[in-house]
């Protein structure tokens, strides 16, 4: 089993709808990352979270410790948000994050 | 800044060909990553740096090899190229720190196909 899960895999969703991906881990962790690929294969951290919620425009990043879960929210979705969302766990102990595979979202107009 | 940027953008290779990835940061990050990335899966860690001159295995390290003799710089040597190491490599920095400050920046990727 993977130590990080991310759900769904694919989402295909029309312009203007609530978006959640979600992202469950097995390990301790010190902080969690969510990071958004584009479509040309850049990739941009958006979020590091080590408790509760942060917001940045539309999009806002949840996390329950105790749960071991982690949820990225997009309102008012648009078809630029379309690309690869990406979860990764920084375990308590090392320099290395654990990557999720990825949800892949599209957004038709 | 450019941040962090990766030389070539794309490479093919026939099986046995040597090349090296280059990785060039300008934010005066201490640490350096090296990443491929396969369909379906997630990002897996190849090499890494926390300093100039000091190296260390990742998860997939065989086949593979690097070095960081300039803090700003971090090679990614392939020796003898296999057609399961076509990928797309990504390169990484970050700062030193407590985990929750440290984002890490990545660059723009390069797609290797070995024949």
């Known amino acids: 089993k993977n130590e990080v899960e991310q759900s769904p895999q694919n989402l295909t969703a029309q312009e203007g709808e609530f978006i959640t991906i979600n992202c469950s881990y097995s390990v301790g962790i010190s902080a969690l990352h969510w990071l958004q690929q584009h479509p040309g294969g850049g990739i941009v951290s958006l979020f590091m979270?080590?408790?509760?919620?942060k917001k940045h425009g539309r999009l806002i990043a949840t996390i329950n410790i105790q749960e071991k879960h982690s949820s990225l929210h997009i309102t008012a979705s648009h078809p630029r948000d379309s690309a690869v969302y990406i979860c990764a766990v920084r375990r308590d102990s090392n320099y290395q994050l654990i990557w999720g595979a990825g949800t892949k979202l599209i957004i038709k107009p | 800044n450019a941040g962090v940027t990766q030389t070539p953008k794309f490479r093919v290779l026939k099986t046995g060909q040597s090349m090296t990835l280059l990785c060039a940061q300008d934010?005066?990050?201490?640490?350096m990553y090296w990443y491929r990335q396969d369909p379906g899966m997630g990002l897996r860690l190849i090499h890494y740096s926390v300093g100039e001159g000091t190296t260390a295995k990742g998860e997939v390290p065989d086949g593979y090899n690097v070095s960081r003799l300039k803090k700003q710089n971090f090679l990614l040597g392939l020796e003898s190229a296999a057609p399961s190491q076509t990928s797309v490599y990504f390169c990484?920095?970050?700062?030193?720190?407590?985990?929750?400050?440290?984002?890490?920046?990545f660059g723009p990727g390069t797609r290797l196909l070995v024949l």
């Open positions: 979270l080590s408790s509760g919620k």
């Open positions: 934010m005066n990050h201490e640490y």
């Open positions: 990484a920095s970050s700062r030193p720190g407590l985990a929750i400050r440290e984002t890490q920046y």
